[in-house]
Nanobody
Framework: QVQLVESGGGLVQAGGPLRLSCAAS????????MGWFRQAPGKEGEFVAA????????YYTDSVKGRFTISRDNAKNTVYLQMSSLKPEDTALYSC????????????????WGQGTKVTVSS
């Protein structure tokens, strides 16, 4: 079992940066691929980024490439999402998730989920 707690959300102006954190507790965090997903009000959830357990492979949805960076610190059991050049359309509830193997954008392949942290980007 893995417990995930996100933090770092808030209100930011368009063009600004924000860093989200996801702290994990439980079994062997370093063994899991970690991902970030988001859900905007009234819209379906979407994949944002993922990183393999060792951190060598990352994967991003096209809309955030070049603006967002996912990273992890296995010693701290934490995964980060550094967001820059934020846009109003990035406004959403951001959730981190963990999966046992592989890397990808399907939410159904992720086994554990946090409650999310809200990001609001003002224009």
């Amino acid at each position: 079992q893995v417990q995930l707690v996100e933090s770092g959300g808030g209100l930011v102006q368009a063009g600004g940066p924000l860093r989200l954190s996801c702290a994990a507790s439980g079994r062997t965090f370093s063994s899991y691929t970690m991902g970030w997903f988001r859900q905007a009000p009234g819209k379906e959830g979407e994949f944002v980024a993922a990183i393999t357990w060792i951190g060598t492979n990352t994967y991003y949805t096209d809309s955030v490439k070049g603006r967002f960076t996912i990273s992890r610190d296995n010693a701290k059991n934490t995964v980060y999402l550094q967001m820059s050049s934020l846009k109003p359309e990035d406004t959403a509830l951001y959730s981190c998730a963990a999966r046992l193997s592989g890397i990808g954008d399907s939410s159904r392949r992720y086994n554990y989920w946090g409650q999310g942290t809200k990001v609001t980007v003002s224009s």
